[in-house]
């Protein structure tokens, strides 16, 4: 195959992702996410997470299947949102300034909805991830310990704060910021009968992870999405790797409109994160 073919068939598999409906796909599993997650957080006490969880998986009815599909759906929920805003990037253009920063601030209030759920599974994954969220924060000059606070307080207040954000904070904040976007679709489960097989199945057979404490072992890898900053922590200060450093992306996002001076470079500059960051993640999974 030549060149200018491969190209053209390299044009014509983007065509077709970006004309997916990724947008409904998202909603579909936020849909399954907040269904299976009431269920869940029936049996949840945050004073006692691992418990809990424990109690859940092994003693109570089909406890196990709704956790899976409440983990996988929530997974399903933000990748498929990355997806969208891929996938509407050339129709965002014509947004307003106001409209691009809310749309592109649902991302990381999405990542610390997920965030948050991993840390109250209170296994070895949650809890180590939690302890390093809050060392970042504290290690914020003047303002870290307010925030840590408002958003986690792990080693004061153990999961409760994580919970109410969890359930409530985030959540709200979320649906706030992307109610303007997300009123314009309609989805049905009807519309999307195999997507919707496919994660009520895949949780039947497919357990969502629990990691109790392992004697001996020296090295515990954090959520996936939480991987690059890990690796990167290694290097680095706190302060740099775990909040300088994402925060250069998300204003970079900020401004990737057309409309914006220096967008080819911040278009770059993104592009280059990323692939720095996949080759962190990458790292750290060898490891």
């Not at 598999?13 to 399954?32: N, P, Q, R, T, V």
């Not at 599909?69 to 997806?83: A, K, R, T």
């Amino acid at each position: 195959m030549s060149p200018s073919e491969n190209l053209k068939e390299m044009g014509g598999l983007l065509h077709i992702l970006k004309e997916m409906k990724w947008g409904e796909y998202s909603l579909l599993a936020l849909y399954i996410s907040v269904l299976s997650g009431v269920i869940v957080a029936l049996q949840y006490d945050p004073a006692t997470p691992l418990y809990s969880v424990s109690t859940l998986d092994f003693l109570v009815p089909f406890g196990a299947y709704f956790r899976s599909l409440h983990f996988y759906s929530s997974q399903l929920f933000f990748l498929f949102c990355i997806c969208h805003l891929f996938g509407i990037f050339e129709q965002a253009q014509s947004y307003s300034r106001k409209q691009w920063i809310i749309l592109t601030a649902t991302l990381p209030v999405g990542l610390l909805i997920l965030f948050t759920g991993y840390l109250l599974r209170a296994d070895s994954t949650g809890f180590s991830a939690g302890m390093i969220a809050e060392s970042i924060l504290l290690d914020i000059p003047y303002i870290g310990k307010s925030i840590n606070d408002l958003l986690f307080s792990i080693t004061e207040n153990g999961m409760k704060r994580v919970y109410v954000n969890h359930i409530i904070g985030f959540g709200i904040l979320w649906g706030w910021l992307a109610w303007g976007h997300i009123r314009k679709f309609r989805v049905s489960f009807n519309h999307h009968t195999l997507l919707t097989v496919t994660i009520l199945l895949f949780s039947l057979f497919v357990a969502a992870p629990l990691e109790p404490d392992h004697l001996g072992v020296t090295h515990i890898s954090g959520p996936w999405f939480f991987l690059g900053l890990q690796e990167l922590l290694r290097y680095l200060p706190p302060v740099v790797a775990g909040v300088l450093f994402p925060l250069t992306f998300l204003t970079a996002l900020v401004f990737l409109q057309k409309r914006n001076k220096g967008y080819r470079y911040f278009f770059l500059f993104s592009l280059c994160w990323l692939f720095f960051y996949i080759l962190l993640t990458g790292i750290e999974m060898s490891r």
